[in-house]
């Protein structure tokens, strides 16, 4: 298996933008992870899937962010409009509920 | 609540110095507990995973121990080397599958 796949590795877009960042999951996998890292927060967690169904959105900072499943293959993080503020390094992870695995990520620059 | 924290944030260390990393989290009832690695500018790597039924685990020059009771885990590293050089992360699965980490510590080896 090729690993965790994220798209795109980097992303820069204008204040007031829709992002969307995407994930492919290794496959198998039955849990989908979203975290965000920066200096300031360290490795944050917004939200995970479990069978393609939301387990806890508990970390998704306001409303702008928003996260789907629409398949045990792929999964979806957009921000719509994006701000300065969110620009960060993206995660996705997959695991069994076991060993997790992450992507590569998604550098996001918003100006 | 679950909360992780790792003690140091930093450490400095010379070249063939064995060291120890720390991990504590406020509740035992943890599904797994792993240890991860993260160069600048990449992902997580899984370094060591430990089940909650296990005492430890072992890889080439890493032992990764786990105390349930006392909620501690150490990562172990014989001989540290300038390519150990990285951010190790702590990260524990509770039951509902979600996976929590730990703020990391940031190991910098010198030649």
């Known amino acids: 298996d090729a690993g965790v796949i994220q798209s795109p590795r980097h992303e820069v877009t204008e204040m007031g933008q829709e992002v969307t960042l995407r994930c492919k999951p290794i496959s198998g996998h039955d849990y989908l992870f979203w975290y965000r890292q920066t200096m300031m927060r360290g490795l944050e967690l917004l939200i995970y899937?479990?069978?393609?169904?939301?387990?806890?959105d508990s970390g998704m900072p306001e409303d702008r962010f928003s996260a789907k499943m629409p398949n045990a293959s792929f999964s979806t993080l957009k921000i719509q409009p994006s701000e300065p503020r969110d620009s960060a390094v993206y995660f996705c992870?997959?695991?069994?509920?076991?060993?997790?695995?992450f992507g590569q990520g998604t550098r996001l620059t918003v100006v | 609540k679950q909360e992780v924290t790792q003690i140091p944030a930093a450490l400095s260390v010379p070249e063939g110095e064995n060291l120890v990393l720390n991990c504590s989290f406020t509740?035992?009832?943890?599904?797994?507990l792993q240890w991860f690695r993260q160069d600048p500018g990449k992902g997580l790597t899984s370094l060591l995973l430990i089940q909650s039924s296990q005492r430890e685990q072992t890889s080439g020059r890493l032992n990764a121990s786990l105390d349930k009771s006392s909620g501690r885990s150490t990562l172990y590293i014989a001989a540290s080397q300038p390519g150990d050089s990285a951010t190790y992360l702590c990260a524990v699965t509770i039951y509902t599958g979600k996976l929590i980490f730990g703020q990391g510590t940031t190991l910098q080896v010198k030649p």
């Open positions: 992870a997959s695991s069994l509920g076991n060993e997790a695995f």
């Open positions: 899937f479990n069978n393609n169904v939301p387990i806890d």
């Open positions: 509740d035992s009832a943890i599904y797994n």
